[in-house]
């Protein structure tokens, strides 16, 4: 069993930026790929970004390019999601989800390979 906790959403205003963490329980974080999701009001939940066991590769949605980046630290069970340029269209609940694979193709888009989840944190986006 796996526990996600994620911290760092909040209130900003367009073209700000935010930091978000997710901390893992596990001591074994460095055996999962991880991945951020978000879910709009009214909206399907949608994948973000991704990065590989190792932090070696990473996976984008077009729309977040050049504007998000994720990262980890596996001597620290976490993995961080850097938001800047952050547009209104981005307000959505975030997510973190860990997949046991190694995470070295772009199966990480589908939240299916993902079996644990955090709670959300909300992201708004003030235009």
């Known amino acids: 069993q796996v526990q996600l906790v994620e911290s760092g959403g909040g209130l900003v205003q367009a073209g700000g930026s935010l930091r978000l963490s997710c901390a893992a329980s596990r001591r074994t974080f460095s055996n999962y790929a991880m991945g951020w999701f978000r879910q709009a009001p009214g909206k399907e939940r949608e994948f973000v970004t991704a990065?590989?066991?190792?932090?070696?590769?990473?996976y984008y949605a077009d729309s977040v390019k050049r504007r998000f980046t994720i990262s980890r630290d596996n001597a620290r069970n976490t993995v961080y999601l850097q938001m800047n340029s952050l547009k209104p269209e981005d307000t959505a609940v975030y997510y973190c989800?860990?997949?046991?694979?190694?995470?070295?193709?772009?199966?990480?888009?589908?939240?299916?390979?993902?079996?644990?989840w955090g709670q959300g944190t909300q992201v708004t986006v003030s235009s």
């Open positions: 990065i590989s066991r190792s932090g070696g590769t990473t």
């Open positions: 989800a860990a997949a046991p694979v190694a995470g070295y193709n772009d199966a990480l888009v589908d939240e299916r390979w993902y079996n644990y």
